[in-house]
């Protein structure tokens, strides 16, 4: 299935950005038939930043503002809820509060300061950024990355994999006061950032990935003990999460909560979990396309919070277990470590990585040796866009299983 | 199946070490907190590693809440502003609005990510700033931050 | 002397009616004629008799005269008027219209008959004028003929009752006077309680109310709410005990009360417009009365000595209700109307936030009347909801199963009543007495009367809570109070025999004073620098849009009880919202409109339009009834 990511404009004309089997490209773009065939167009066309701004009027109707300032969501974003009572009727999300032009603060660096830049416009996906940016910039540059870095890239794409859906399950627990469960994901959580720091120097694996260069690649200690604790963690999560879902109450709140339909999910444009959960495949198994052995597609039938948690738990075993496997095996890519090619002074390119959360896809267009133009498109922004649909006729004691279970992120959606 | 209230009964997560804090902490004048802090965390433009590092701090290794460290879910209840990442021009008058509302006396702390948003905030213009932090400290740091306040204001 | 108050009075209102154009004058003659029926109503304490009687027909007399019953009555009913009569002289400059005034005399007038009547004949004339002058108050607004005809319809209705009740009663026993009541039969009782319970809006015929209040002037509504069903309580405190073996019909009595109560607290839950609320907690608290009306006449009737007690209690009870309903709903109506009409709309949302945007007195009226029904002590409704329950706790003393089941039904209703009841009169005073006022400026009006009216209506209420003894003293029932507990006699009213329940508002009010007193002066004592800051909502003031509607703050209820508000949700596109239904006002709705197919072809011959038509016919019907009665007998 094709996914359209996003639509920019270039020296007049209009391109879309789309994953076809899960390889990117750009495309030109149709007036009549961009609009039917993918349904999400316009949306992205736009990218307006207050998404669903339309009002709902009514008698006894209200908006009730949830943010900027709130320590539910404690990031700066706001829901105003329309309602009569106790049924959200409508959700308008306003992003205006957390952007930072980041596209514009990375526009005239250095390619390696663009970079170390993407690794900011959301630090929990900081890998799928600058994984996607890089990319995108050694495609400018005419440089195919070498074997080492390409394959480092993948594990270290699990990794932020690993901790990110522990995040969203230890968000889900608390939000259902599951307070031993989520004290026990906690922890779990807090190890694997450890982890992180112990592979990378970094808990949020910051400040590793360079064009076609990883920096402080471990030592045989490290990932030797790296393996021992990730082996730990699969131990753990796996005991845990059987015993959650023993609980009728935990999966009592999930059950039902913000469901999204396949024809819903599909025109949304998501990809990776919150598309999988509604049981549709899509064909985004590698980091970069690339990866060693293809990842199971994990997919779930109902499309509510209880599937997409599953969906995630899944996903976050195997990506364990890959990483168990390939690093056993990461001291021979030494020796595909080779010298780059030649590189162009300019060009434009097209980068796309999987963050835990749906493809993050960048163009860029570089001139001496400077960023000129520079586009990102980042899963949150539709992943707002299916909080808003799924909070429809919900009621508001199911905001945070709605809003927690697409594990999207105001940080990322404004950039 | 065994019972939720035993389970990990016999497992200790929290850690029993000291924690050292990264940058000192200034005295806030006419405090009087010492056997508990409540913080309320505000984010104004962070890049969100500083918000999963309060999340982390959350976690059973650390246990703040052994030391009378609470985070508080509204800044009416709040003894330190925790100012998370440097602000975005639309969150400066939420930012005024939040100090406002904290009862006196308080103290702020900075956790500043640099990330260079448009038009941040002068230091200068807000009160009781009792420390700064370029990057993003380690929870272990934020929690001898934390302790230290405690320790410096509990006078 | 008395008969001399009695007739000045009545020369007084007529000559109000007569001079109705001349506003002010109008309102001071009534004004002086309620003053004079209050005298009245106070000598009646020490007076019992007949005092002017004339015969028509062999068998048949007029005759008026006074006892405790009426007395006090006519003392409840005299207060409201004399506040009446004064808000209206601010009150009228906004509905200067004759039939205003007019029908405000000439309906007091009416009432004044009715109270003081010893025969029904004389009554149901005192019945018939207080009807029509209702209706002709109605018509000040100058429009809305269709629901002003309907309450005339229903008047009429209780009217025929009552006709049919006495003709019963005269057929069996020979006499319509009230002192051979008890000789009256199954069919009189019938008959003239359903006669009183309409007037009382007892469910099902409750019909009339909807729609005509959102129109009518505020003096008319609380007429229509307070005075006019006091009659109705009138005349079945009259009637029902005083006939033997009426335990079955009583059973009926306490259950339509109880379902009253429930019904009228449930709607008024859900309503929005700002009269609707009230009218229907005049249904609930007619509901209660009529319940504690039923177990009294139960109690009597058995003439069992261990139910004397009990007996005393049940009307006690019943006094107390519905003093504190007429003190209340009149404060509540001449509240609403200042607000209403200084804020000039019509429904809750709209009036908001009295206190800051109209004024403090009619935004404290609000608040205490609203208090009262809501049974907060040491107010006088609050007395009065716990007399009520306590009667329907000691139900087990009545013998027979029949009785305690129907009881316990009653006992669950009446709860249920208060509790909803509560919850609609918070959203009254959450919303439109204490709440945000969005900026609304009211227009200026001349307000002193009214504020004069209001303060002295708030002041009752609360003297009557505290000074519960003297009011029960006042209704003649000393045996009631006693000292218990480190009470002092006569502070506490003990509702069983032997000790069943016992409360004290008066040392409520003292111990919550005490209370009170001391935290302040520690405040006071302690006092540390105070900063004002706006409410915290997400670092970002609230918009206009962003404020909590009182419709949401039902909803939650009409969601849960959907089944019997038959709440739907109505959805066009970006406009959404809720309605909910009184499935009791379906058959009356139906009924209506089949009249007026009926009556279209008979309205083209007699009912022209002209209201002087229309009394003419029923004139002319009530002589023509009188005629076939003579000639009957």
Avoid at chain 3, 316 to 331: E, F, M, P, Y
Wanted: contains cysteine.
């Amino acid at each position: 299935m094709n996914i359209l990511i996003g639509v920019l404009q270039k020296e007049e004309n209009e391109y879309l950005v789309v994953l076809k089997e899960g390889k990117a490209c750009l495309v030109a773009s149709e007036s009549e038939t961009t609009g039917k065939e993918y349904l999400n167009y316009q949306i992205l066309k736009e990218h307006n930043l207050l998404i669903k701004g339309e009002p709902v009027s009514g008698y006894g109707v209200f908006r009730f503002r949830y943010g900027p300032v709130t320590s539910g969501l404690r990031e700066a974003g706001s829901f105003s809820l329309y309602t009569y009572g106790e049924k959200i009727l409508h959700t308008t999300i306003d992003l205006n509060w957390k952007h930072r032009q980041m596209e514009q603060s990375m526009t005239g660096q250095k390619p390696d300061d663009a970079v170390k830049l993407s690794e900011k416009v959301c630090s929990n996906f900081a890998v799928s950024h600058s994984v996607a940016c890089s990319l995108a910039l050694e495609n400018a540059l005419g440089i195919r990355a070498n074997t080492l870095v390409r394959n480092w890239r993948t594990l270290l794409m699990e990794a932020e994999r690993v901790y990110n859906h522990l995040h969203v399950i230890y968000k889900l627990a608390s939000a259902a006061a599951q307070k031993v469960l989520a004290s026990h994901l906690g922890a779990l959580f807090e190890e694997s950032l450890r982890i992180n720091k112990a592979l990378s120097g970094s808990r949020y694996l910051m400040g590793i990935n360079q064009i076609n260069h990883i920096n402080n690649l471990p030592a045989l200690d490290t990932i030797r003990k790296t393996i021992k604790d990730y082996q730990g963690i699969i131990f753990q999560f796996e005991k845990l999460y059987k015993h959650s879902l023993s609980n009728p109450n935990f999966l009592d709140r999930l059950h039902h909560a913000g469901m999204l339909s396949r024809e819903q999910a599909s025109s949304l444009g998501l990809s990776r979990p919150s598309l999988r959960a509604c049981g549709l495949e899509d064909n985004l198994n590698g980091a970069t396309g690339e990866h060693l052995i293809a990842l199971p597609v994990v997919t779930q039938q109902e499309g509510d919070a209880l599937a997409r948690m599953e969906t995630r738990a899944e996903e976050l075993v195997n990506s364990c277990q890959y990483l168990i496997d390939h690093l056993k095996v990461s001291d021979i890519w030494e020796g595909y470590n080779v010298a780059d090619m030649a590189v162009k002074p300019e060009g434009e390119g097209l980068g796309i990585s999987h963050s835990p959360s749906g493809a993050v896809g960048y163009y860029v267009v570089i001139k001496n040796n400077r960023v000129s133009y520079l586009r990102m498109f980042t899963p949150s922004y539709p992943g707002m866009h299916a909080v808003s649909e799924a909070l429809k006729d919900q009621v508001f004691t199911d905001f945070p299983f709605v809003y927690d279970s697409f594990g999207v992120h105001f940080t990322d959606a404004a950039c | 199946m065994k019972w939720w209230p035993l389970y990990g009964l016999k497992k200790k997560w929290t850690e029993r070490r000291t924690y050292e804090s990264p940058v000192a902490v200034g005295r806030i004048p006419g405090s009087r907190f010492r056997r508990s802090l409540f913080v309320y965390v505000i984010d104004v433009g962070s890049s969100n590693a500083l918000n999963f590092e309060i999340d982390a701090l959350e976690a059973p290794q650390y246990n703040i809440h052994r030391f009378g460290i609470y985070m508080t879910d509204s800044p009416r209840h709040a003894d330190v502003l925790l100012i998370l990442g440097r602000p975005v021009k639309a969150m400066i008058s939420p930012l005024r609005e939040t100090i406002d509302q904290i009862p006196r006396p308080f103290g702020i702390i900075i956790l500043d990510d640099c990330t260079d948003n448009p038009v941040g905030l002068n230091d200068t213009e807000l009160l009781n700033v009792i420390a700064e932090v370029k990057g993003v400290p380690d929870p272990s740091q934020l929690l001898g931050m934390l302790l230290e306040c405690l320790r410096v204001n509990g006078k | 002397m008395i008969q001399a108050e009695f007739w000045l009075a009545v020369i007084l209102f007529l000559l109000g009616a007569f001079l109705a154009s001349y506003r002010k004058v109008t309102y001071i003659l009534a004004f002086s004629a309620s003053l004079l029926v209050l005298l009245m109503g106070v000598a009646g304490f020490t007076f019992s008799g007949i005092f002017w009687k004339y015969t028509l027909l062999p068998g048949i007399s007029l005759s008026l005269g006074i006892d405790r019953l009426s007395g006090v009555f006519l003392v409840m009913a005299a207060v409201v008027w004399i506040a009446l009569a004064l808000y209206s002289l601010d009150y009228s400059r906004l509905y200067p219209h004759k039939s205003l005034a007019a029908g405000f005399n000439v309906g007091l007038l009416g009432m004044l008959w009715i109270l003081t009547a010893r025969d029904g004949l004389t009554l149901m004339i005192g019945w018939e004028v207080m009807t029509v002058a209702a209706f002709v108050m109605m018509l000040a607004s100058g429009k809305y003929f269709q629901q002003s005809f309907r309450f005339l319809a229903f008047g009429e209705f209780s009217f025929i009752f009552l006709l049919v009740g006495f003709a019963a009663m005269y057929i069996s026993s020979g006499s319509i006077a009230f002192e051979n009541i008890q000789t009256g039969g199954m069919l009189f009782m019938v008959f003239v309680s359903l006669g009183f319970i309409i007037k009382m809006d007892i469910v099902p015929f409750h019909g009339w109310m909807s729609g005509i209040y959102g129109e009518i002037p505020d003096t008319a509504a609380a007429i229509l709410s307070a005075p006019v069903t006091l009659m109705g309580v009138y005349g079945l405190e009259r009637i029902i005990p005083a006939i033997p073996n009426n335990e079955a019909w009583s059973l009926v009595l306490i259950v339509l009360g109880a379902v009253s109560a429930f019904w009228g607290g449930l709607q008024a839950v859900a309503a929005n417009k700002v009269r609707l609320l009230p009218a229907y907690s005049t249904i609930e608290n007619n509901g209660m009365i009529l319940t504690a009306i039923g177990f009294y006449a139960i109690a009597k009737g058995s003439r069992d000595p261990g139910l004397h007690y009990l007996s005393l209690f049940a009307q006690a009870a019943s006094l107390v209700l519905a003093l504190s309903h007429t003190l209340a709903k009149t404060l509540l109506f001449m509240s609403l109307g200042h607000a209403k009409e200084a804020y000039n709309v019509h429904t809750i949302d709209e009036a908001r936030g009295v206190w800051s945007g109209v004024g403090k007195t009619p935004a404290l009226g609000i608040v205490i009347a609203a208090l009262s029904f809501s049974a907060f002590p040491p107010l006088i409704g609050f007395t009065g909801e716990w007399m009520i329950l306590e009667t329907i706790f000691q139900s087990y003393k009545f013998p027979g199963a029949a009785t305690a089941f129907f009881a316990a039904i009653s006992g669950v209703l009446t709860a249920m009543a208060i509790g909803l009841i509560s919850f609609a009169m918070i959203k009254l005073i959450g919303y439109t007495a204490l709440g945000y006022d969005h900026g609304r400026k009211s227009q200026p009006m001349a307000k002193t009367w009214m504020r004069i009216t209001e303060t002295s209506l708030q002041l009752l209420i609360v003297i009557c809570g505290i000074g519960l003894p003297a009011v029960i003293l006042f209704f003649g029932y000393p045996e009631l109070l006693f000292g218990l507990l480190g009470v002092p006699k006569p502070f506490a009213l003990v509702s069983g025999d032997p000790l069943f329940g016992i409360i004290s508002p008066t040392f409520i009010a003292i111990i919550m004073f005490i209370l009170l007193i001391i935290p302040i002066l520690v405040f006071m004592a302690n006092r540390k620098s105070i900063r004002k800051v706006n409410s915290w909502n997400g670092g970002v003031p609230l918009d206009e849009q962003e404020f909590f509607t009182a419709q949401a703050y039902s909803q939650i209820l009409e969601h849960i009880l959907r089944k019997v508000y038959r709440t739907r949700e109505i959805s066009l596109g970006m406009h959404r919202r809720i309605e909910v239904e009184d499935i009791l006002l379906r058959p009356i709705k139906s009924f209506t409109r089949l009249v007026q197919k009926l009556g279209e072809g008979e309205a083209l011959v007699i009912m022209n339009g002209k209201i002087s038509a229309y009394v003419t016919y029923i004139l002319i019907l009530f002589v023509l009834a009188f005629i076939i009665g003579v000639i009957v007998i």
